[in-house]
C-alpha cells in the first residue's frame, strides 16, 4: 500500500487548496484515461478514438511534467484545463460516436474539472470558452447526423455509426467512469480542503494562544490579565488577588546577566503554572517587568495562603545550576477580593502590601 501513502503525501504536501485540487485531478485524470483507453480499444470504434484517448494521456503526462518537474503549476493547471475542454474531449467527441456515446458525461467532467483547479479570471474565461467548445461541437455533431453518410464524415472516420449494444457500453462504462471520477475526486478534494481547515483553525487557535500569553514565561499577558479580571465575578468571596515581586531582581540582573535573569523568569512562571489552576476561575500572569499576578479561589483565607506559600517555598529552594548556592526569593502581598469594589481596588492595595513585605525583609507574604 505504499502507492497510496505516496498519492496521500503529493495530494497533502502541497502548500495552497488549490495546489491540492489539481494533484489529485491530475492523479484520478491518470488513472481515467487508463480506463478510457482500455475501453475503447475494446469496442474497437476506430484508430482516431484510439489516438483521441491517447493524447489525454500524453497531455496528463506533459501536464506532470510542466507542475512538478518545471515547477511551473499555475501553467500546468491553465494547460490541462483548456487542452482537455478545447482538445481531447472534442476529438473522442467526434470520433467516438458523438451525443449517441457517453462522450457528454466526459464534456461535464471536463466541466466540473475547471472549478477546482484554476481560479478567479481564469476560472470564469475558461469555462466561458469550454462550454462555447462543447456547443459547438454538439452543434457540428448535429449537423453531421443529418448527413451521416457524407463525404466530410466519411472521409475524416468521423461521427461512426453505433449499434445498440454499443451504444449501451459506451454510455454505462461512461458513466460508470466519470461518476467514479466524480466520486474520487470530490472525496480527495474534500479531505484535504478538512485538512486544510484543519489546519487552519488550529493555526487560529494557537496565534490566540500566543496573543493572550508572555513570550518568555508562557503565562498570561497583562492584556489577558485585565480581560479576566473584568469577566470574573471576584467579589464572591472566594477569590484572592496577589502581587508577587522578585526579590533584587535587578542585581540578580546586573550579576548574572539578562540570560540569567530570563532563566529566573521563567522558572517562576513554571512554578505558578503548575500551582495555579488556570480554567478553574484562576490565574497566572506576568504583570510587567518581573511582577507577577496570582488570582486564586479558596473558601478559606488560610487556604489561599497556604498555596502562595507554597508557590514561595518552591521557588525559594530551586537549585539554580549555574549558579547552585544561590538563593533567590520574591516578596507578595495578597488581598480578598470581597473586600474591594473594582479589581483597580484590589490590585492597588496588594501593590501597597507588596511593598510592605518588601519593607518587613522580603522573602515573605503580607495579607
Same mark, same amino acid.
Given at each position: 500500500?505504499?502507492?497510496?501513502?505516496?498519492?496521500?503525501?503529493?495530494?497533502?504536501?502541497?502548500?495552497?487548496?488549490?495546489?491540492?485540487?489539481?494533484?489529485?485531478?491530475?492523479?484520478?485524470?491518470?488513472?481515467?484515461?487508463?480506463?478510457?483507453?482500455?475501453?475503447?480499444?475494446?469496442?474497437?470504434?476506430?484508430?482516431?478514438?484510439?489516438?483521441?484517448?491517447?493524447?489525454?494521456?500524453?497531455?496528463?503526462?506533459?501536464?506532470?511534467?510542466?507542475?512538478?518537474?518545471?515547477?511551473?503549476?499555475?501553467?500546468?493547471? =491553465?494547460?490541462?484545463?483548456?487542452?482537455?475542454?478545447?482538445?481531447?474531449?472534442?476529438?473522442?467527441?467526434?470520433?467516438?460516436?458523438?451525443?449517441?456515446?457517453?462522450?457528454?458525461?466526459?464534456?461535464?467532467?471536463?466541466?466540473?474539472?475547471?472549478?477546482?483547479?484554476?481560479?478567479?479570471?481564469?476560472?470564469?474565461?475558461?469555462?466561458?470558452?469550454?462550454?462555447?467548445?462543447?456547443?459547438?461541437?454538439?452543434?457540428?455533431?448535429?449537423?453531421?447526423?443529418?448527413?451521416?453518410?457524407?463525404?466530410?464524415?466519411?472521409?475524416?472516420?468521423?461521427?461512426?455509426?453505433?449499434?445498440?449494444?454499443? @451504444?449501451?457500453?459506451?454510455?454505462?462504462?461512461?458513466?460508470?467512469?466519470?461518476?467514479?471520477?466524480?466520486?474520487?475526486?470530490?472525496?480527495?478534494?474534500?479531505?484535504?480542503?478538512?485538512?486544510?481547515?484543519?489546519?487552519?483553525?488550529?493555526?487560529?487557535?494557537?496565534?490566540?494562544?500566543?496573543?493572550?500569553?508572555?513570550?518568555?514565561?508562557?503565562?498570561?499577558?497583562?492584556?489577558?490579565?485585565?480581560?479576566?479580571?473584568?469577566?470574573?465575578?471576584?467579589?464572591?468571596?472566594?477569590?484572592?488577588?496577589?502581587?508577587?515581586?522578585?526579590?533584587?531582581?535587578?542585581?540578580?540582573?546586573?550579576?548574572?546577566?539578562?540570560?540569567?535573569?530570563?532563566?529566573?523568569?521563567?522558572?517562576?512562571?513554571?512554578?505558578?503554572?503548575?500551582?495555579? @489552576?488556570?480554567?478553574?476561575?484562576?490565574?497566572?500572569?506576568?504583570?510587567?517587568?518581573?511582577?507577577?499576578?496570582?488570582?486564586?479561589?479558596?473558601?478559606?483565607?488560610?487556604?489561599?495562603?497556604? @498555596?502562595?506559600?507554597?508557590?514561595?517555598?518552591?521557588?525559594?529552594?530551586?537549585?539554580?545550576?549555574?549558579?547552585?548556592?544561590?538563593?533567590?526569593?520574591?516578596?507578595?502581598?495578597?488581598?480578598?477580593?470581597?473586600?474591594?469594589?473594582?479589581?483597580?481596588?484590589? =490590585?492597588?492595595?496588594?501593590?501597597?502590601?507588596?511593598?510592605?513585605?518588601?519593607?518587613?525583609?522580603?522573602?515573605?507574604?503580607?495579607?
Amino acid at each position: 500500500m505504499g502507492w497510496l501513502k505516496k498519492i496521500d503525501h503529493e495530494i497533502n504536501d502541497n502548500k495552497t487548496l488549490e495546489d491540492r485540487f489539481f494533484s489529485v485531478v491530475v492523479i484520478v485524470g491518470l488513472a481515467i484515461v487508463a480506463v478510457s483507453e482500455i475501453v475503447t480499444m475494446i469496442e474497437n470504434i476506430g484508430l482516431i478514438a484510439n489516438l483521441g484517448t491517447a493524447m489525454g494521456g500524453i497531455l496528463l503526462l506533459i501536464v506532470v511534467y510542466e507542475a512538478y518537474v518545471r515547477k511551473r503549476p499555475d501553467r500546468a493547471r =491553465i494547460l490541462i484545463c483548456y487542452a482537455f475542454n478545447c482538445i481531447v474531449i472534442p476529438i473522442a467527441f467526434f470520433s467516438c460516436g458523438g451525443f449517441d456515446s457517453g462522450m457528454p458525461l466526459y464534456m461535464l467532467a471536463g466541466i466540473f474539472t475547471i472549478i477546482p483547479v484554476l481560479k478567479e479570471m481564469h476560472r470564469f474565461i475558461c469555462l466561458l470558452v469550454s462550454f462555447t467548445v462543447d456547443i459547438i461541437c454538439i452543434s457540428i455533431a448535429y449537423f453531421l447526423r443529418q448527413n451521416p453518410y457524407g463525404f466530410i464524415a466519411g472521409k475524416l472516420g468521423l461521427m461512426p455509426e453505433l449499434n445498440l449494444k454499443d @451504444r449501451y457500453i459506451d454510455i454505462v462504462s461512461s458513466l460508470l467512469i466519470i461518476s467514479v471520477y466524480i466520486i474520487v475526486t470530490t472525496a480527495l478534494i474534500m479531505d484535504a480542503y478538512q485538512k486544510e481547515r484543519t489546519k487552519r483553525e488550529e493555526l487560529l487557535e494557537k496565534l490566540d494562544d500566543l496573543s493572550k500569553r508572555d513570550e518568555l514565561t508562557g503565562l498570561y499577558n497583562r492584556r489577558e490579565l485585565f480581560h479576566f479580571l473584568e469577566e470574573t465575578p471576584l467579589t464572591d468571596g472566594c477569590h484572592y488577588l496577589c502581587m508577587i515581586d522578585i526579590d533584587h531582581f535587578k542585581n540578580v540582573n546586573d550579576t548574572y546577566g539578562h540570560v540569567f535573569g530570563d532563566l529566573v523568569l521563567r522558572t517562576l512562571g513554571r512554578i505558578c503554572n503548575e500551582k495555579i @489552576r488556570v480554567g478553574e476561575s484562576e490565574l497566572a500572569a506576568r504583570y510587567g517587568g518581573e511582577e507577577f499576578l496570582i488570582v486564586v479561589k479558596a473558601e478559606q483565607k488560610e487556604q489561599a495562603i497556604e @498555596r502562595i506559600n507554597r508557590v514561595r517555598e518552591e521557588f525559594e529552594k530551586n537549585v539554580w545550576e549555574s549558579q547552585p548556592e544561590l538563593v533567590i526569593t520574591f516578596s507578595a502581598g495578597m488581598v480578598d477580593c470581597a473586600a474591594f469594589q473594582t479589581y483597580t481596588e484590589a =490590585i492597588s492595595q496588594a501593590d501597597k502590601l507588596l511593598y510592605k513585605a518588601k519593607e518587613n525583609g522580603r522573602n515573605c507574604l503580607e495579607v
